[in-house]
């Protein structure tokens, strides 16, 4: 889930970020009935992670107009960083009551994604795609959700329709291939979907590629994509799964 406010300061550095704030405080001296720049800066808080505050922020807009459902909205999503599910599906509600729109609904389908609560996740994405039906994300999000489910075969399903929609999205191919891969009887799928990830520029496609290939017996290949993540792969938990991957296949 992300905070949306129309100001995004998820990319700032911390000086960046108590710029921000004072910039946004000066503006509450000037304004101190404007919901706006409490919700602004209350976004910046949560950006540095300070979630009670970005919380106080936010519930003070609400204060002074209780009918915003961006404050709602972006309140539910530091309450879920602070794993206070229940009082961010309260505020996801209140806010779909206030305007039920695209991006409220995304939000709470994705909580009760985290939450594991499948069915209400699938029913919201789907809502989505009633609304949107040429949007990337409503697709992506209930295809992710069904694969989460374990329905393997409406999770291919929506991951097509991504390609259909995109035909040079490696997110795209790589969601599907892990669909594939999940279901047990794919592989060889799977293996071309990583394949076209991998040519679209996603080196990390690689490791679940090795898997793939181990599936089927291809060692050698699986070995050689595993050794192209320990090169290759910037991501510290990512590297040493694969070296394991490798001491298993070269088990005797």
């Known amino acids: 889930m992300t905070s949306n406010d129309g100001n995004n300061h998820s990319d700032l ?8 704030i004072s910039d946004f405080s000066k503006s509450i001296e000037l304004n101190p009935n404007e919901a706006s720049v409490y919700i602004r800066r ?8 300070e979630y009670g505050q ?17 404050a709602y909205r972006n309140r539910a999503v530091a309450y879920l960083d602070m794993r206070e599910n ?5 505020d996801l509600n209140k806010a779909i009551d206030l305007k039920d729109d695209y991006q409220n609904t995304y939000e709470r389908g994705w909580l009760f994604a985290c939450m594991n609560e499948h069915d209400k996740a699938l029913a919201d994405f789907t809502e989505l795609i009633k609304m949107n039906p040429n949007k990337f ?14 329905d393997y075969a409406r999770a291919i399903a929506d991951f ?25 009887k794919y592989n060889n799928k799977a293996v071309a979907d990583f394949s076209r990830a991998i040519d679209l520029g996603d080196i990390y496609s690689c490791f679940s590629r090795g ?7 291809k060692k050698s290949e699986a070995v050689a994509d595993f050794l192209m993540i320990i090169r290759l ?7 040493p799964k694969a070296r394991q991957e490798i001491e298993k296949l070269e088990k005797p």
């Open 211 to 217: 898997l793939a290939y181990a599936e089927t017996g």
């Open 160 to 184: 097509t329709e991504l390609i259909k929609m995109n035909n040079d999205s490696s997110e795209a191919y790589y969601s599907r291939g892990k669909a594939y891969l999940s279901a047990g």
């Open 13 to 20: 550095h911390e000086d960046e970020y108590e710029k921000a």
């Open 233 to 239: 792969s910037k991501d510290p938990e990512l590297i």
């Open 42 to 49: 209350g976004v910046a808080y949560q950006a540095k992670g």
């Open 86 to 90: 229940e009082k961010a599906i309260f």
């Open 54 to 70: 970005a919380i106080a922020h936010f519930t003070k807009a609400i204060e002074i107009d209780p009918d915003n459902d961006l």
């Open 137 to 150: 994300d409503s697709y992506y999000s209930r295809g992710w959700a069904y694969a989460e489910k374990g």
